[in-house]
């Protein structure tokens, strides 16, 4: 069983940074994928990026490659997501995830997630 919890959420300007954090609690989080997605109103949730568990391999969807950088701790069972030259079209609830891959998260089939923190991009 893992538990996430999501923060460092909120309001930005067009152009700012912000850097989610995702504290995973339970014993597997070392040997999980994670990844995060995010959800913005009258949309269906999407994909955003994704680690694998010892961090040697990446995925970024296209509409934030080069902006956005994931990360991970697994000494803190922590993952990040670093959020740069950020839009108002970023704008949603982000959520973190864990899976049992990258190609698994990707195709949003998730073991756990997070209940989601709160990004706002104004223009």
């Known amino acids: 069983q893992v538990q996430l919890v999501e923060s460092g959420g909120g309001l930005v300007q067009a152009g700012g940074s912000l850097r989610l954090s995702c504290a995973a609690s339970g014993r597997t989080f070392s040997t999980n994928a994670m990844g995060w997605f995010r959800q913005a109103p009258g949309k269906e949730r999407e994909f955003v990026a994704a680690?694998?568990?010892?961090?040697?391999?990446?995925l970024y969807a296209d509409s934030v490659k080069g902006r956005f950088t994931i990360s991970r701790d697994n000494a803190k069972n922590t993952v990040y997501l670093q959020m740069n030259i950020l839009k108002p079209e970023d704008t949603a609830v982000y959520y973190c995830a864990a899976g049992k891959s990258l190609l698994l998260l990707r195709l949003r089939t998730c073991d756990y997630w997070g209940q989601g923190t709160q990004v706002t991009v104004s223009s």
């Open positions: 680690i694998s568990w010892s961090g040697s391999s990446t």
